[in-house]
């Protein structure tokens, strides 16, 4: 559900080091992921998206990696630049659900020069 | 291609006043569209969609309401705005495959 009450746990990197950001799903029915990065005091901006008949799923720097079997999404970042701080969600849905998203709490990134 | 575009990109009202947000968007026809507030530092709410025109389904007991007068065009109002009003508000639209969602730029609104 959305976990909209809560403050945002924080990811502390060096610049030039890969990041992993986490997102944990409780419904079994998900079959889309997305992860979204949004910037200070801008709408969030689409990353990545990884159906539930794939376990990974690359694109520039970044890669998805979901786990069905304990319901775990990740996002890797490689190479992580300043550009690259901002709060990042993750988000589900399920074709029984209407497609409807459902976005994770969000975790900020912060990159260290 | 497709945009959306939210307005205004800031809003200071007094409480009691009344808010009028809008959105529309451009390059697609029958998106769904929603509406979400975000409180400083924290997540996404969902407040409202809209499936098509006239249809608005509301996801949490508020102070606000919202309409869609036309088929790209998503308005969120207020007859009079609380404190607890106060947050960052988006608007985003779908395509209802997939649901992939775009975000507009927001409106940070404060209520004083």
């Known amino acids: 559900g959305e976990n909209v009450g809560l403050h945002l746990p924080t990811l502390s990197v060096q610049e030039g080091d890969n990041s992993i950001i986490n997102c944990a799903y409780s419904?079994?029915?998900?079959?889309?992921f997305i992860w979204y990065k949004q910037e200070s005091g801008k709408g969030p901006q689409f990353i990545i998206d990884i159906r539930s008949n794939m376990d990974k799923r690359q694109g520039q720097r970044v890669t998805v990696l979901l786990n069905k079997t304990v319901k775990h999404l990740s996002l890797q970042i490689a190479a992580t630049q300043p550009g690259d701080s901002a709060v990042y969600f993750c988000a589900e849905s399920n074709n029984n659900a209407g497609n409807m998203l459902t976005f994770g709490g969000g975790t900020r990134l912060m990159v260290k020069p | 291609s497709q945009t959306i575009h939210q307005w205004p990109a800031t809003l200071v009202q007094p409480v009691g006043s009344p808010l009028s947000l809008e959105c529309t968007v451009e390059g697609t026809s029958n998106p769904n569209l929603y509406w979400y507030r975000q409180a400083a530092g924290r997540g996404l709410q969902l407040l409202f969609y809209s499936v098509g025109i006239g249809q608005i389904s509301s996801e949490v007991p508020q102070n606000l309401s919202a309409s869609r007068p036309q088929d790209r065009q998503f308005i969120l109002s207020s007859k009079k705005l609380l404190l607890s009003d106060s947050g960052f508000y988006l608007c985003a639209w779908g395509t209802g495959t997939n649901e992939k969602l775009f975000f507009g730029s927001g409106t940070q609104l404060s209520v004083l």
């Open positions: 419904n079994s029915a998900s079959d889309y």
